[in-house]
């Protein structure tokens, strides 16, 4: 059983920055496709970013520039470093594996408030 484990979120103010870590378990990870969601209150959950085994990468418009996604094969873990924070970019945000199966973090929660 793969489980995908978050840490890193917390509280923020708006300009500052986080780094979201999801650490993986298992022995698959150098090959996987991973993402990072996000959904904040009353809204559906949406793709951030993602990064292939190829380190190639997509990012939603809305944190193109500020967020950045990476990954550590040897740590089997994904980043997601997130810079200049808005009260917007509060939500609770999940680890997905994309590829090849398909799991999901327990998420963690993101405030960004003054």
């Known amino acids: 059983q793969v489980q995908l484990v978050e840490s890193g979120g917390g509280l923020v103010q708006p300009g500052g920055s986080l780094r979201l870590s999801c650490t993986v378990s298992?022995?698959?990870?150098?090959?996987?496709?991973m993402g990072w969601y996000r959904q904040a209150p009353g809204k559906q959950r949406e793709l951030v970013a993602t990064?292939?085994?190829?380190?190639?990468?997509n990012y939603a418009d809305s944190v193109k520039g500020r967020f950045t996604i990476s990954r550590d094969n040897a740590k089997s873990t994904v980043y997601l470093q997130m810079n200049s924070l808005k009260p917007e970019d509060t939500a609770v945000y999940y680890c997905k594996m994309e590829f090849p199966f398909t799991y999901w973090g327990q998420g963690t929660q993101v405030t960004v408030s003054s």
């Open positions: 298992g022995n698959i990870f150098s090959i996987t496709t």
């Open positions: 990064i292939t085994s190829r380190d190639n990468t």
